[in-house]
């Protein structure tokens, strides 16, 4: 590696930098995707529960009592209210993972073009070398 | 062989290296592992549920029940357990509601069954991984066993050899006055329908008959000829004509007949080139005329398909063709069984979007079905 380097030109020197920056953004935006992922997971569970509740919330008669948990208090709440609020936090979750889908296709985008720019400078860096070698 | 010179062979090995298949399959059993433990973790909240179930079932049975409360991490006390028909439920996402026993049991049955159609979803994708499993495996153990995939590109000239080599044959046995009199026989039917139909004059059923004998002189001749190109074309020429068939029938009565006449005239042609490579001639005009005939009854009638058209009319016309349509499959598969036994492509197809499948086992499994927060925590306790 050493010598490779020492008798590598200047160009090839500045591509290797300039991959390894790339490679950085790359992982990068890999980490961003496993995140994406995650978040997504969870808000998919999220969804479900919520929905789950909706559907007891729905079960039951209206003298029902309903309480949330807030914090470390029991707050008791109207039946009616309960159920918007949890209907008003589906719609959310949901408009969250429409965006995190649109954020998700985006960063794959991305991480294809980086793809594709390193594997195009690896291309040419070994051109390059292969000249510098004969 | 003919194959050294029109087809590749590749052995299985170069294709699908040994370390990536044995890498796809552990990848995949890794998957089924990961899924498997969800399933005993979901097995295990069932039984939880369950469990929770029976008891809550029981509490009410007793004004109060005589229990030991446990009193910080190591001490219990001696109390008693009042109010037993009341229940606070959470209900997920810090809701919590009063509930009786009963209430609250009927609660937990909707939980398990949401928990059993998780468990199925589950089982489900194992079963799909297992698949996934056994596929890689095999191909792993073909590559390694050293053995050779051939392909060779789907070549319709020499189809088109074959099978005018045996249309000259049969279509040599003088078929034509056979065929005549078959088609003469159906234009009658024919006639008959469009009569039954109600709509149609007598004069228009003479046409029709004319043409019959114009086209099929007309025909006979050049049916050798062509016989081979334009048999595999049968199909869409049924659909194409109906569609036509269909156009006119649609206008007036007088423009109709003009466009029928016309169209019955390119059908006969295609009936007596058929007739050459297919066992059963005429399928095409029956069908398409079959078309006209429910044309006249139900004008608004569009047809994509010509055999879908002639099968759902059946309900009012007698069973001439219902016979024959399916008779065209197999004819029309006569022409091509040679080849497309042979022919890999279908095969290509699959195997390469599998082996790409690969990477994919981890993500789309996990996606699956989510897990309720609550319900996790339910289990850990």
Same mark, same amino acid.
């Given at each position: ?46 969804? @479900? ?86 | ?170 279509s040599?046995?003088?078929i034509s ?42 025909t006979s001749e050049d049916g050798e000829e062509n016989g ?18 269909? @156009?006119?029938?649609?206008? @007036?009565?007088?423009? @109709? ?12 042609e295609?009936?007596t080139l058929q007739g050459s ?105």
């Amino acid at each position: 590696m050493a010598s490779s380097l020492a008798t590598a030109p200047a160009a090839v020197r500045d591509m290797q930098s300039d991959l390894e920056s790339q490679a950085n953004a790359l992982s990068k935006i890999q980490k961003d995707i496993s995140k994406n992922h995650e978040v997504r997971k969870q808000f998919t569970i999220q969804v @479900g529960e919520n929905e789950l509740v909706l559907k007891e919330l729905e079960l039951l008669n209206e003298g029902a009592n309903v309480y949330k948990l807030i914090g470390p208090v029991l707050v008791k709440q109207d039946n009616a209210e309960a159920k918007a609020n949890i209907k008003k936090r589906i719609e959310y979750i949901t408009a969250e993972l429409k965006r995190m889908d649109r954020a998700l296709k985006d960063l794959e985008e991305k991480q294809n073009s980086k793809k594709e720019s390193i594997i195009k400078l690896q291309q040419k860096m070994q051109a390059v070398q292969a000249k510098a070698q004969a | 062989m003919a194959t050294a010179k029109k087809g590749t062979a590749t052995p299985l090995a170069s294709a699908f290296s040994p370390e990536e298949t044995r890498r796809a399959v552990s990848r995949v059993a890794q998957a089924i592992a990961d899924r498997r433990a969800d399933l005993a973790r979901i097995q295990g909240f069932f039984a939880d549920n369950a469990a929770l179930v029976n008891l809550v079932q029981r509490l009410p049975d007793e004004l109060s029940h005589q229990i030991m409360v446990p009193f910080g991490g190591a001490a219990f006390f001696p109390g008693s357990l009042i109010h037993t028909n009341e229940l606070l439920v959470l209900l997920g996402d810090g809701y919590y509601a009063d509930r009786s026993a009963k209430q609250t049991t009927e609660i937990l049955h909707r939980r398990g069954m949401e928990l059993e159609a998780q468990m199925e979803a589950i089982k489900a994708t194992i079963s799909d991984l297992e698949a996934e499993a056994k596929f890689f495996e095999s191909t792993a153990a073909e590559a390694s066993e050293g053995l050779v995939e051939i392909r060779e590109e789907y070549d319709e000239e020499d189809t088109e050899i074959i099978s005018s080599k045996t249309e000259a044959s049969s279509s040599s046995g003088g078929i034509s006055d056979e065929e005549h009199a078959r088609m003469m026989a159906r234009f009658d039917e024919l006639e008959m329908l469009e009569k039954e139909a109600g709509s149609t004059s007598e004069d228009e059923g003479d046409d029709d008959d004319d043409d019959g004998d114009d086209e099929d002189a007309g025909t006979s001749e050049d049916g050798e000829e062509n016989g081979e190109t334009l048999s595999y074309g049968n199909e869409h020429d049924n659909v194409s004509f109906g569609a036509s068939v269909s @156009g006119s029938g649609g206008n @007036g009565q007088s423009q @109709g007949n003009a466009q029928l006449k016309s169209a019955l005239k390119k059908l006969g042609e295609k009936e007596t080139l058929q007739g050459s490579s297919l066992a059963p001639s005429g399928s095409t005009s029956i069908t398409n005329s079959e078309v006209q005939a429910s044309l006249r009854k139900a004008v608004s009638f569009k047809d994509e398909n010509g055999q879908i058209v002639s099968s759902s009319r059946y309900s009012s016309g007698p069973k001439v063709s219902s016979s024959r349509d399916r008779q065209i499959l197999p004819g029309g598969q006569k022409a091509f069984t040679g080849s497309i036994v042979e022919h890999d492509e279908g095969l290509s197809v699959i195997e390469q979007p599998r082996s790409n499948d690969s990477e994919k086992p981890a993500s789309s499994a996990s996606s699956s079905r989510p897990m309720s927060r609550f319900k996790m925590q339910k289990g850990g306790r």
